[in-house]
């Protein structure tokens, strides 16, 4: 897309009403405008105020709105996000009439189009070296095996490849979809791990598991040497939570494999991510621009499109807030025409809410938070308690109507 464009998942007129005051819209016009906010609402940023008049009279006549900055009408500013308002039908006839505009407005016209076909729930096929993984029915569960000595979870608790590959079948027999096979910890403050002990920690368990199950593996690293050995003994996904930028090889390694890849958001590296100001001057609008680039990345790179997931890395230099207002807004990342996979287990930020220190007893919360995941879109949830959350997720579909 050549617009920074998103749609707003808006829960309450109050929430209307704060979008439309950091645009710069006057109060006559925030009261007007906010109980419009109830149908698709599209923001486009950064567009020049001759666009965004356009825009306005535009959608006026469809009998919609769009919200721009006050400075439109005397064009006293140089650029401003819009907010586009209406029914899809609206919008639909909107993009229509923008098609033979001038000054850029054909781009917007295909943007919104592509968004609107990408926020449809449609199944997604996911291609990993060994197989096509439907994403449709229901929501996938990745089950956790770490073998790390430091996980803030459960470090230590596997040190050998036997008693890892027991615990994988464990999990799989209760619901695990994936199986994602960690070697170093991501947790905040956890030092590197050399490759080379990292190598020694997942690729014989990796194997077992490829030789013994049917069920997909995933490495959990950022090490293109790493991922490759892991590949070749039989992982057919990488969860990088670099998005492909803590090594210059990963892409090529992933493109060549023909892996399934993903690309989550993370401030700085584990050791310092939750370190100084979390504070994001837009949380949705920052990442969903970052993961939409790696997106873009990473088929620049040669990975196909149909290979990639993203994650928006809750817990990974975001604030408690932060990573509630991802989960309640996690819809809006379907505008990016992916697979959403989210981590939310046993994560400080819900024990932080309940009380409950222990990562290992924060199974409330944990479920808690799966729930809303799944109900505003998530397609995979990453979880250490596969058959408690098995049953969580087969509630959240239900609700959700993906029985």
């Known amino acids: 897309m050549k617009n920074p464009i998103r749609l707003l998942h808006v829960q309450s007129e109050s929430e209307a009403a704060d979008h439309l005051k950091a645009i710069g819209v006057e109060p006559y016009g925030i009261a007007s405008m906010a109980p419009k906010m109830r149908h698709l609402n599209v923001l ?12 306005k009279q535009e959608m006026l006549s469809q009998g919609g709105d769009a919200a721009v900055s006050r400075g439109c009408v005397d064009c006293s500013v140089r650029r401003t996000d819009v907010l586009i308002m209406g029914t899809v039908k609206q919008i639909l006839r909107f993009a229509d009439k923008l098609r033979l505009q ?8 295909a943007d919104l189009r592509e968004l609107l076909d990408r926020f449809e729930h449609k199944p997604f096929l996911l291609e990993t070296p060994r197989r096509k993984i ?34 994988a079948v464990r999990l799989i027999g209760e619901g695990a979809d994936i199986l994602d096979v960690g070697g ?26 490829a030789r013994e199950t049917d069920v997909p593996v995933s490495v959990d690293t950022a090490k293109s040497e790493v991922a490759r050995r892991a590949v070749d003994a039989g992982a057919e996904i990488v969860n990088d939570i670099t998005a492909l930028r803590g090594d210059r090889k990963m892409a090529r390694v992933a493109a060549d494999a023909g892996a399934a890849v993903i690309l989550m958001h993370m401030r700085g590296r584990p050791r310092t991510m939750q370190k100084g100001d979390l504070a994001y001057r837009s949380l949705l609008g920052e990442i969903l621009r970052f993961l939409a680039d790696r997106v873009e990345q990473a088929s620049a790179a040669g990975i196909s499109r149909d290979r990639l997931i993203v994650d928006p890395g809750i817990g990974f230099g975001k604030s408690v807030e932060d990573n509630l207002r991802l989960l309640r807004h996690l819809e809006e990342f379907k505008v990016l025409g992916r697979p959403v996979c989210v981590g939310v287990s046993r994560k400080h930020f819900t024990g932080k809410i309940t009380g409950v220190g222990k990562p290992q007893e924060r199974l409330e919360g944990t479920a808690a938070a799966v729930t809303a995941a799944i109900l505003n879109g998530a397609d995979i949830v990453r979880v250490h308690d596969v058959a408690v959350m098995k049953r969580v997720a087969a509630m959240a579909d239900a609700l959700r109507g993906k029985r």
């Open 102 to 109: 001038p000054f850029g407005l054909k781009d917007v016209s």
């Open 184 to 209: 170093e910890s991501s947790r905040p403050g956890a030092k590197p791990v050399p490759a080379k002990e990292e190598l020694r920690r997942v690729i014989p368990l990796i194997r077992l598991i």
């Open 44 to 55: 486009v940023e950064g567009l020049t105020p001759k666009v965004a008049n356009i825009i």
């Open 134 to 167: 439907r994403l449709a029915d229901r929501t996938l569960i990745m089950g956790v095996i770490n073998m790390t000595p430091d996980s803030f979870s459960d470090g230590g608790a596997i040190a050998d490849a036997e008693t890892g590959l027991r615990h």
